[in-house]
């Protein structure tokens, strides 16, 4: 079974993100344990959020993960498979609402974009997930990814 801890900044507030998560969270159950860590929102000006967020990242974040940012690495869903597949923990770190700083990119393995577009950093929670869905979809052989 595969192990997969998110770690972001905040609550999700959304009612319809947090909807949204909890489905996929749920169907997820079968193939992996799922661990969100939702880490203390920083408040003030934009530099001093970011820097205390990125604080915050680094002293929860444990060994190798991923950083998804707009600027990353883009994958079709069938190579974001086989990057889960390879390992059966993976940690993935979603920046708050500025984003995180240069030493919590560098810090990473490994950047991704979930697409080129901006998305919040809210909407970007449920995306992830679905992604780890369908991942987990096509390395186990099921229908869902066409």
């Given at each position: 079974m595969?192990?997969?801890?998110?770690?972001?900044?905040g609550?999700?507030?959304?009612?319809?993100?947090?909807?949204?998560?909890?489905?996929?969270?749920k169907?997820?159950?079968?193939?992996?344990?799922?661990?969100?860590?939702?880490?203390?929102?920083?408040?003030g000006?934009?530099q001093?959020?970011?820097?205390?967020?990125?604080k915050?990242?680094l002293?929860r974040?444990?060994?190798?993960f991923i950083?998804l940012?707009?600027?990353?690495?883009?994958?079709?869903?069938?190579?974001?498979a086989?990057?889960?597949?390879n390992?059966?923990?993976?940690?993935f770190v979603?920046?708050?609402?500025?984003?995180?700083?240069?030493?919590?990119s560098?810090a990473?393995?490994?950047?991704?974009?979930l697409?080129?577009?901006?998305?919040?950093?809210?909407?970007?929670r449920?995306?992830?997930?679905e992604?780890?869905?369908?991942?987990?979809?096509?390395?186990?052989?099921k229908?869902?990814?066409?």
């Amino acid at each position: 079974m595969y192990r997969i801890k998110i770690l972001y900044p905040g609550k999700t507030k959304i009612r319809f993100i947090k909807e949204g998560i909890e489905h996929y969270f749920k169907l997820l159950y079968a193939y992996a344990k799922i661990d969100i860590i939702e880490l203390k929102e920083a408040h003030g000006e934009r530099q001093k959020v970011i820097q205390e967020e990125s604080k915050t990242i680094l002293n929860r974040v444990k060994n190798e993960f991923i950083l998804l940012h707009e600027s990353g690495q883009l994958f079709n869903s069938i190579e974001f498979a086989k990057l889960i597949k390879n390992k059966s923990f993976h940690q993935f770190v979603i920046g708050g609402t500025y984003g995180v700083n240069d030493e919590v990119s560098n810090a990473s393995e490994l950047i991704v974009s979930l697409s080129p577009l901006t998305f919040t950093h809210e909407l970007t929670r449920l995306i992830l997930l679905e992604q780890i869905y369908r991942a987990m979809t096509i390395i186990h052989g099921k229908s869902y990814h066409y």
